[in-house]
C-alpha cells in the first residue's frame, strides 16, 4: 500500500506560479512512476508530469515548458512546479504512484489507468 498527500494548489493570476509537493509513505519502492494527473472541468483525468524512478520525466504536450516535475527520493516527496499557469489549468490536481515495476510506453505512462494509488488531490485556480 501507498499513501499520497498533495499540498500546494492556490488560487493565482494568470502568468502566475505554483508548486506542488507529493508526499509518499508506505511500499513506495513498487512503483516504477510517480506523476500528476489533473481533473479539469468538463474534462476527464489527464496526465500532466510523470517520473520514473531513475528520475526520467515524461510531460504531456500542453504543459511542456511551463511545468517541471522532480523528486526527492530521500524524502519520499515529489514535485511539481508550474510557471506561467493558464485559466486551462485550473483544476484539481492528484499525485498518483503506479504500485508496479513495469516500464511503460510513453502515451502509457500518462494514462490514468496505469496507476493504482492516488491522493485526494490539490485544487488549482488560475483566475484571468
Known amino acids: 500500500q501507498v499513501q499520497l498527500a498533495e499540498s500546494g494548489g492556490g488560487a493565482v493570476q494568470v502568468g502566475g506560479s505554483l508548486r506542488l509537493s507529493c508526499a509518499a509513505s508506505?511500499?513506495?519502492?513498487?512503483?516504477?512512476?510517480m506523476g500528476w494527473f489533473r481533473q479539469t472541468p468538463g474534462k476527464g483525468r489527464e496526465g500532466v508530469a510523470v517520473i520514473d524512478s531513475d528520475g526520467y520525466p515524461s510531460y504531456a504536450d500542453f504543459v511542456k515548458g511551463r511545468f517541471s516535475i522532480s523528486q526527492d527520493n530521500a524524502k519520499s516527496l515529489v514535485y511539481l512546479e508550474m510557471v506561467n499557469l493558464k485559466p486551462d489549468d485550473t483544476g484539481m490536481y492528484y499525485c498518483?504512484?503506479?504500485?508496479?515495476?513495469?516500464?511503460?510506453?510513453?502515451?502509457?505512462?500518462?494514462?490514468?489507468?496505469?496507476?493504482?494509488?492516488w491522493g485526494q488531490g490539490t485544487q488549482v485556480t488560475v483566475s484571468s
Open positions: 508506505g511500499n513506495t519502492s513498487d512503483s516504477y512512476y
Open positions: 498518483a504512484a503506479s504500485g508496479s515495476s513495469l516500464w511503460l510506453f510513453h502515451a502509457t505512462r500518462l494514462s490514468d489507468r496505469s496507476y493504482k494509488y
